[in-house]
C-alpha cells in the first residue's frame, strides 16, 4: 500500500514522519511490556480521596501512554483505516515479544545468579500479560474508532476535541480492563497473582486516570505540532479510508 503523498520534500517528510510515528509507537508498547512488572508509587502534593497520598500504577503506564499519542497522529494524518492496521498489527506484535522473552529466559544462562535476576526483572506474570492484552486490544481500537467519528462531525478542524475524547475514554476502559482483569479477575478465577480488595481496586483506577488524563491534555498541543509539521496526506476530506 502507498499513500498519495506530495512530490519532493513534502513527500520525504510525510515518509519520515509515518516511519517516525510507527517506531514511536512500537517503541511505547514494546516498553510498555518490560516494564509493566514494576508498580511506581508517584507521591502528590497533598492526599486525595480515594486515590490517597500517592498514584499507585505499573510501571507501563507511562509508556504506554505514548502509543495514544501516536496513534491519534497517526489516525489525524493517515486516516482510520491506516490506523486501525496499526493497533491491530502491534497487538500481533506482543505475542512476538513474548516468545522472544520467554524464549531468552528458557535458554540456558552462564551466570545462573544473574539469570535468576533477570528473569525476575522480566517474566511477566500471567494475570498482567492477560490484563494489558485485553486491555490494548479493546481501548486502542476505540480510539481509533471515536477519533473519527468525532471527525466525520467536525471534519479538520477541532483536532483538539478528537484528540482529547478519544485518549481520554479510551484511557479509562484500558484502566478498567487492565486493572480489573490483572488484579481481580484473574487471580479470583484463575488463581494467578493476588486479588486485591475492592477499595484498593477503586483507588487505582481513580489514580491512574487522573494521571493519563493529565497526560492526554498535556500532550494536545504536540499533536498540533506534529501534524503541522508533517503535514497531511492529502488537502481532500479523509473518509477514513487509508488512500492506496
Given at each position: 500500500m502507498s499513500s498519495q503523498l506530495a512530490p519532493g520534500r513534502g513527500n520525504d517528510r510525510q515518509a519520515v514522519g509515518q516511519v517516525a510515528l510507527l517506531g514511536l509507537f512500537v517503541a511505547a508498547l514494546v516498553t510498555a511490556q518490560l516494564t509493566a512488572a514494576k508498580v511506581l508509587a508517584l507521591p502528590l502534593p497533598t492526599e486525595l480521596p480515594v486515590v490517597g497520598a500517592s498514584i499507585m500504577?505499573?510501571?507501563a503506564a507511562l509508556a504506554y501512554a505514548l502509543t495514544f499519542f501516536a496513534s491519534d497522529c497517526y489516525s489525524e494524518?493517515?486516516?482510520r483505516r491506516a490506523a486501525q492496521i496499526m493497533v491491530n498489527v502491534g497487538f500481533a506484535l506482543n505475542f512476538v515479544v513474548l516468545l522472544l522473552v520467554f524464549s531468552t529466559l528458557r535458554a540456558p544462562g552462564a551466570n545462573p545468579e544473574f539469570a535468576q535476576t533477570f528473569e525476575a526483572a522480566l517474566a511477566p506474570s500471567v494475570n498482567i500479560v492477560l490484563g494489558s492484552l485485553l486491555a490494548y486490544l479493546v481501548s486502542?481500537?476505540?480510539?481509533?474508532?471515536v477519533f473519527h467519528k468525532i471527525r466525520e462531525f467536525?471534519?479538520?478542524?477541532?483536532?483538539?476535541l478528537r484528540n482529547l475524547a478519544s485518549t481520554a475514554s479510551s484511557q479509562a476502559i484500558d484502566?478498567?480492563?487492565?486493572?480489573?482483569?490483572?488484579?481481580?479477575v484473574a487471580p479470583t478465577l484463575l488463581g494467578v497473582g493476588s486479588a486485591l480488595p475492592r477499595n484498593v481496586l477503586i483507588g487505582l483506577i481513580a489514580g491512574q486516570y487522573l494521571l493519563k488524563l493529565l497526560i492526554a491534555v498535556l500532550d494536545t498541543p504536540v499533536v498540533y505540532l506534529?501534524?503541522?509539521l508533517i503535514g497531511r496526506v492529502s488537502?481532500?476530506?479523509d473518509p477514513?479510508?487509508?488512500n492506496t
Open positions: 500504577l505499573p510501571g494524518l493517515y486516516g486502542q481500537n476505540w480510539d481509533v474508532i467536525t471534519g479538520r478542524s477541532q483536532l483538539w484502566t478498567v480492563i487492565f486493572i480489573g482483569i490483572a488484579f481481580y506534529v501534524v503541522r488537502t481532500k476530506p477514513g479510508a487509508f
